[in-house]
């Protein structure tokens, strides 16, 4: 019994171990985001980041699933909410991920970015080789207008990590739409409707952004 005991210590000890670790590495992984936000072309103010809101990191929400390349898909544009009459990025189908979480069958869709788009998506510089081209991909969920902006977020990845037909996909990571910090800005319609709520990455905005 004593030995029994021992090992389920020992078990719980390495969970939690691993559990931290993790959540360091999100946490570093935020304020290398953070940065980000405040380099280049309508930086934010630094004083501005203190209003950056995100769930507390969870693992659950850390996910194993199967890459699927497609070929031969054309170039076209997202559908954007806007003002300004800007056009949304024009991009390439690049893949699908299929995977489960809460009890549900997710399909998403991955998209590279063929043009820069006029107003800024991802925090991550896309303008890489093609060994390491950084795609996209946009989702809601139902902590839209609750919890977080009501646009949806993105996630962004390197092509390089899903050579292998497998890719963790991180929600932890999930971040806003630059219109999220300024309203004058569109933003993209998420493609991926996800039919579970995604208690995890950025929420919205705690400052009300200006136009």
Avoid at 33 to 57: Q, V
Avoid at 102 to 119: D, E, L, Q, S, W
Avoid at 139 to 166: M, P, V, W
Avoid at 169 to 177: A, L, Q, R, T
Wanted: net charge positive.
């Amino acid at each position: 019994m004593k030995k029994v005991v021992f090992v389920f210590l020992l078990s719980t000890l390495h969970w939690a171990t691993n559990a931290q670790d993790y959540a360091a590495q999100i946490l570093q992984y935020r304020e290398g985001y953070k940065m980000s936000l405040m380099k280049g072309e309508h930086a934010m103010k630094p004083e501005d980041t203190g209003y950056l809101r995100f769930y507390t990191p969870d693992p659950a929400y850390r996910v194993k699933a199967t890459f699927e390349q497609v070929t031969g898909t054309v170039p076209f544009r997202l559908g954007v909410k806007n003002k300004t009459g800007d056009f949304g990025p024009e991009v390439r189908d690049y893949g699908i991920v299929y995977f489960n979480m809460n009890g549900a069958t997710i399909t998403m869709h991955v998209y590279r970015i063929v043009t820069k788009p006029v107003f800024r998506i991802l925090a991550r510089d896309i303008d890489k080789t093609d060994e390491n081209v950084i795609l996209f991909i946009p989702f809601s969920d139902r902590t839209n207008y609750k919890e977080t902006f009501g646009g949806g977020r993105y996630l962004d990845i390197s092509a390089a990590a899903l050579q292998s037909g497998n890719v963790i996909i991180d929600f932890n990571k999930g971040c806003n739409p630059h219109t999220a910090y300024e309203k004058r800005y569109p933003y993209i319609v998420p493609p991926n409707s996800l039919p579970i709520e995604i208690n995890a990455g950025e929420k919205k905005f705690g400052h009300n952004p200006g136009y």
